[in-house]
């Protein structure tokens, strides 16, 4: 089934926007799900997807790194400037940057989810996970993508354009993405959720207590999805984490 990755425009009349950015490899479908939801609630939702990451060409994902991420997250942040109120959300790599806008510029909220600030990667646990990445993506062009417990239900994940393998800077670039972040979690102002699945075996889920810990919110709150994997916004729990992220925004 062809699946739609276009850039997502959910518009409402108030003036309150939500921008929600995807993960590693993924796309704009990984959060369609969440953007409608938050767009019946009233909000306007920005989802694009970057630069690159539309192409089942694997040579056209190599193009893309931390640069143009950030870029693409600056522009898409800067395309909701007309509205009173912004609000930034992201799923796994996608959180890093959402985290990153928090820290450079400011949004009313932020809502980073499963996001990778310690990495749960098993096979190097007792290794420098970035310095792990770094000397493969200076060894190797790919890397091999393990999709095991991505989600625990593949209902709606089954359709996502996956590649079996990854540009090898992917990780790399990712992990320091998140060495930002971490070193900069204090600079963090804007009322945070942080969304944890228990069953993710991408990030050490200790990552979300460590967050709130560091940022500088005076509202930050902690909801744990029982039962899905790292992708949980197409996983067992999607329905009660949107209805979490919605909530969290109305109390804003």
């Not at 409608?36 to 056209?60: I, N």
């Not at 089954?158 to 393998?165: E, G, T, V």
Request: hydrophobic share 40%; net charge positive; charged share 25%.
């Amino acid at each position: 089934m062809e699946i739609d990755v276009r850039p997502i425009w959910l518009e409402n009349e108030g003036d309150k926007a939500v921008l929600l950015i995807h993960g590693l490899a993924g796309t704009s479908f990984e959060v369609r799900g969440l953007a409608e939801h938050l767009h019946h609630e009233g909000l306007t939702v920005y989802a694009p997807t970057l630069s690159f990451h539309q192409s089942r060409d694997l040579k056209d994902l190599e193009k893309s790194n931390i640069e143009v991420w950030k870029k693409d997250a600056e522009n898409a942040y800067a395309k909701l400037s007309k509205f009173r109120k912004i609000y930034v959300g992201g799923i796994s790599n996608g959180g890093s940057l959402a985290s990153y806008l928090a820290i450079t510029q400011k949004p009313d909220g932020l809502i980073t989810i499963c996001p990778p600030i310690i990495p749960g990667f098993s096979i190097f646990r007792y290794m420098d996970h970035e310095k792990v990445f770094r000397w493969l993506s200076q060894r190797f062009k790919y890397l091999p993508r393990f999709d095991y417990q991505m989600v625990r239900d593949w209902t709606l994940a089954k359709d996502l354009p996956r590649f079996r393998k990854l540009p090898s800077h992917f990780t790399y670039h990712g992990m320091v993405l998140a060495r930002f972040v971490r070193e900069n979690l204090s600079k963090i102002t804007a009322p945070i959720l942080v969304v944890q699945a228990k069953y993710d075996n991408r990030v050490d889920p200790k990552g979300a207590e460590l967050i709130l810990e560091a940022v500088s919110s005076e509202v930050k709150e902690l909801y744990y999805a029982e039962n899905s994997g790292h992708v949980v916004v197409l996983d067992v729990d999607r329905e009660a984490v949107f209805k979490v992220v919605a909530d969290f925004i109305r109390r804003l």
